[in-house]
């Protein structure tokens, strides 16, 4: 026998195939023919001197030197992937994936990034969004997400990093200014809502002991979207006060009720336990820290 490797590809294919247990799906699952995959696995069996299926009417079996042969590939290739994972994530040149929902992104991370380009020119970030709490880290390279509330998947690391509130938000004089929490009937029908945070108004109206129905209004798919709708004059939303602070400030957004009671919004930052070996996370967190406590002088 050639004492050289035989094809990966062909190995490759014969793995999928057998764990499959059929060459028309394997075909599909390398994007190949089913032609394609029987030969790749014929010229195998013709460098190996043996046949590794029984064919027989469309169906396949392994046959015993073909599962022996099956038995010590089986996780070669998935090793295979696992250290190319790896050295992509030991990369020093890799930049570090960072997730969070598209409000966050534009109203808190996006007009303090300037501050950290100046100081870390060299430490290289990556800016994705979500629309979910249910973060892919592993299949999407994502290293970590700064989300609101924790999460109690075990697999990762929760770390609380600031604490904001929820408040009902509308364009100034959208409503007559005496107007307050119990009188839920003048504005009940013009609640803003977003998906991606569906249980804001119900928590806020829990916390302020307002009988109010909740499902009334205007849904939009992200917080964005909600905010502009109420910039707009279209409603109230229920709004995270750290990401509104420009909205405030230039008087496009407003508290809408005088009596109301702040419900707790925390925010944290979620990652797998192998993010502490970026290089470059060490440096991002102590960034990181440093705006919030200076948000919060």
């Given at each position: 026998m050639?004492?050289?490797?035989?094809?990966?590809?062909?190995?490759?294919?014969?793995?999928?195939?057998?764990?499959?247990?059929?060459?028309?799906?394997?075909?599909t699952e390398l994007s190949v023919t089913p032609a394609a995959v029987s030969r790749s696995i014929r010229s195998l069996e013709d460098y190996l001197g043996c046949e590794l299926f029984h064919r027989m009417n469309r169906q396949i079996s392994l046959?015993?030197?073909?599962?022996?042969?099956?038995?010590?590939l089986a996780d070669v290739f998935d090793r295979i992937a696992l250290a190319t994972q790896n050295l992509a994530e030991q990369r020093a040149d890799r930049p570090l994936v960072i997730c969070a929902y598209p409000s966050f992104i534009v109203s808190w991370l996006i007009p303090r990034w300037s501050r950290y380009l100046q100081t870390h020119p060299d430490a290289q970030l990556r800016i994705v969004t979500t629309l979910s709490h249910d973060i892919p880290f592993e299949r999407k390279g994502i290293d970590l997400a700064i989300l609101s509330d924790s999460s109690d998947d075990p697999r990762y690391i929760s770390t609380r990093l600031f604490e904001t509130t929820l408040v009902p938000v509308c364009r100034p004089n959208y409503l007559p200014p005496d107007t307050l929490t119990g009188d839920a009937a003048d504005w009940q029908n013009a609640l803003l809502h977003c998906d991606t945070r569906p249980n804001d108004w119900v928590r806020w109206a829990q916390a302020n002991s307002v009988s109010v129905d909740t499902t009334r209004g205007q849904w939009f798919e992200n917080a964005s979207m909600m905010y502009e709708a109420a910039m707009s004059g279209l409603g109230i939303a229920i709004g995270i006060e750290e990401l509104l602070s420009r909205e405030f400030d230039t008087n496009r957004l407003a508290v809408a009720f005088s009596d109301n009671v702040e419900v707790a919004c925390p925010f944290s930052v979620i990652r797998p336990s192998a993010t502490e070996n970026h290089p470059f996370f060490s440096i991002f967190m102590d960034w990181l820290h440093s705006e919030v406590q200076a948000s919060s002088i």
């Open positions: 050639d004492p050289r490797l035989p094809p990966l590809n062909a190995l490759r294919t014969f793995v999928m195939a057998a764990r499959i247990g059929s060459f028309v799906k394997a075909a046959t015993r030197e073909g599962q022996i042969y099956v038995d010590s």
